[in-house]
C-alpha cells in the first residue's frame, strides 16, 4: 500500500523560495508519477507539474514553469517541489499525488504561508 | 488547456436521498487509445482529496458501490444512490487526457 508523507508546515517571506518534500513509501516509486497540486484558501485543485522518478524529466505547467523546479531521488523514494519567487497569493497547501490510471494516492498537504 | 465545469456548485441533499453531479469539459477526453481519462475526487474539510472514481465509471478499491459514474466524450455524470453523512465535502472532476491536468471547480455537498 503505497503512501506519501510530505514535510511540514512553511512560513515565508515574500521573494524567498519554499521546497516541499513528499516521500514515498510502501510500493513502487520510479515507474509511477508523482504530481503536484496547490490549493489555494477557499478555492479548487490547481496542477503544478510532474514527474517520474525513473526519467527525471518534468513537465510543468505554463503558469508555474518560470517558478517551479520538480526532482526526484529514486535512493530515498521522495520527491521534491521548489516555488520561487515567493509572493502572497502563493498562500496554499500542496499536495503530492501518484499517478496511476488516475491520481489514486495522495500526500497529506503541506500549507505554505507567505507573509512579511 | 481543457477547461472543466461542474452543475451544481452546491447541492443540499437530504440524507438517504439520491444525489448527481455533472461534469462537462471543452473537449472530448477520450485518448487515441479509446480510453476517456475523466476521474472524480471527494474531499472532507481538511483533508486531502480523494480518488473515488477513474475512465468515467471504475470505482477505486474500498469505494462504496453507492457512487457511480457515468458519461461519454464531454459529458459526465457522477452519482450517488443513498447519501450517507460522510458524504459531505467538496466533488471534482478532473480530465487527464492531456497536461496540464485540469480540475472542475467543486460540487460542495451538504446535509439539508
Known amino acids: 500500500q503505497v503512501q506519501l508523507v510530505q514535510s511540514g508546515a512553511e512560513v515565508k517571506k515574500p521573494g524567498t523560495s519554499v521546497k516541499v518534500a513528499c516521500k514515498a513509501s510502501?510500493?513502487?516509486?520510479?515507474?509511477?508519477?508523482i504530481n503536484w497540486v496547490r490549493q489555494t484558501p477557499g478555492q479548487g485543485l490547481e496542477w503544478m507539474g510532474v514527474i517520474i522518478p525513473t526519467y527525471a524529466t518534468p513537465t510543468y505547467a505554463r503558469a508555474f514553469q518560470d517558478r517551479v523546479t520538480i526532482t526526484a531521488d529514486e535512493s530515498t523514494t521522495t520527491a521534491y517541489m521548489e516555488l520561487s519567487g515567493l509572493t502572497s497569493t502563493d498562500t496554499a497547501v500542496y499536495y503530492c499525488?501518484?499517478?496511476?490510471?488516475?491520481?489514486?494516492?495522495w500526500g497529506q498537504g503541506t500549507s505554505v504561508t507567505v507573509s512579511s | 488547456d481543457i477547461v472543466m465545469t461542474q452543475t451544481p456548485l452546491s447541492s443540499p441533499v437530504t440524507l438517504g436521498q439520491p444525489a448527481s453531479i455533472s461534469c462537462r469539459s471543452s473537449?472530448?477526453?477520450?485518448?487515441?487509445?479509446?480510453?476517456?481519462?475523466l476521474s472524480w475526487l471527494h474531499q472532507r474539510p481538511g483533508q486531502p482529496p480523494r480518488l473515488l472514481i477513474y475512465?468515467?465509471?471504475r470505482r477505486l478499491s474500498g469505494v462504496p458501490d453507492r457512487f457511480s459514474g457515468s458519461g461519454a466524450g464531454t459529458d459526465f455524470t457522477l452519482k450517488i444512490s443513498r447519501v450517507e453523512p460522510e458524504d459531505v465535502g467538496v466533488y471534482y472532476c478532473m480530465q487527464s487526457l492531456q497536461f496540464p491536468f485540469t480540475f472542475g471547480p467543486g460540487t460542495k455537498v451538504d446535509i439539508k
Open positions: 499525488a501518484r499517478y496511476l490510471d488516475a491520481m489514486d494516492v
Open positions: 473537449q472530448s477526453l477520450v485518448h487515441s487509445d479509446g480510453t476517456t481519462y
Open positions: 510502501g510500493g513502487t516509486f520510479s515507474r509511477s508519477s
Open positions: 475512465r468515467i465509471s
